[in-house]
Nanobody
Framework: QVQLQESGPGLVKPSQTLSLTCTVSGGSITIDPYYWAWLRQPPGKAREWIGHIGYAGNTNYRPSLKSRTSISRDTSKNQFSLQLKSVTPEDTAVYYC???????????????WGQGIQVTVSS
């Protein structure tokens, strides 16, 4: 059974870059047909998709975040990572990594999830 675990700093200062890593066990991130996503849930708001990287390494991003977002992977470590640049307090959220069978922006279609990591943007 696949397991996902987010890691990274819990506090980031405004204007800096948020960097998170998802370590995957129990399944390779290069196996067809899986897509590996980052999502977040701000306080009091619905969970939203940030972007994903596919088994072939292709990426797709939420249009409103695209200019600030980069998702990459390290296949030797079976990890994928999120970088979100120029953060503001509005980027404060619980961040999740997840696996799905489709490259989709619908959070409900991701089947396997990490436990989530709280990231607060504050000076």
């Amino acid at each position: 059974q696949v397991q996902l675990q987010e890691s990274g700093p819990g506090l980031v200062k405004p204007s800096q870059t948020l960097s998170l890593t998802c370590t995957v066990s129990g399944g390779s991130i290069t196996i067809d047909p899986y897509y590996w996503a980052w999502l977040r849930q701000p306080p009091g708001k619905a969970r939203e998709w940030i972007g994903h990287i596919g088994y072939a390494g292709n990426t797709n991003y939420r249009p409103s975040l695209k200019s600030r977002t980069s998702i990459s992977r390290d296949t030797s470590k079976n990890q994928f990572s999120l970088q979100l640049k120029s953060v503001t307090p509005e980027d404060t959220a619980v961040y999740y990594c997840a696996r799905g069978n489709f490259g989709t922006s619908d959070a409900h279609l991701y089947n396997d999830w990490g436990q989530g990591i709280q990231v607060t943007v504050s000076s």
